[in-house]
């Protein structure tokens, strides 16, 4: 009984700052691998495919701005460049992200509206501007 205890407290033995603020960079680190998974970037634990889901990846995201936010002038210097450099890359593939899947569907949507549409000139035209104007992200 006592090994289990003493092997729970060990991982937390410390000051209760220095717990929180590793529970905090945990937070952090959770959430980033969660939003870079439904962003397509990590496999899968389970299945080891990619995963793309920008609306859920969108709200890790946006959770981890309100965090920042909300905890905005009482985050150590290392909790505080954990978050910006956390949420820097997750933007960044985000926007990657966004940009990436059209650009290899457009070829096939083109590919498989010219056989069976009657002007091959006219398909490519919107396709490549609908999609510019669909993904524009605000960062």
């Given at each position: 009984m006592n090994d289990p205890h003493g092997s729970q407290s060990n991982p937390v033995s410390g000051s209760p700052d220095d717990v929180q603020s590793a529970l905090f960079a945990q937070l952090v680190m959770q959430q980033s691998s969660m939003a870079m998974m439904l962003l397509g970037k990590t496999p899968h634990p389970e299945t080891g495919q990619g995963i793309q889901d920008l609306e859920a990846a969108r709200l890790f995201i946006d959770q981890l701005e309100m965090l920042e936010a909300k905890t905005r002038g009482n985050l150590t210097p290392d909790e505080a460049a954990l978050l910006k450099q956390s949420?820097?890359?997750?933007?960044?593939?985000?926007?990657?992200?966004?940009?990436?899947?059209?650009?290899?569907?457009?070829?096939?949507?083109?590919?498989?509206?010219?056989?069976?549409?009657?002007?091959?000139?006219?398909?490519?035209?919107?396709s490549e501007e609908e999609p510019r104007k669909r993904f524009t992200k605000k960062y």
């Open positions: 949420l820097m890359s997750l933007r960044l593939a985000f926007v990657e992200s966004v940009n990436a899947p059209p650009s290899p569907a457009e070829p096939r949507a083109e590919t498989k509206a010219q056989p069976p549409g009657a002007g091959p000139a006219a398909a490519p035209g919107p």
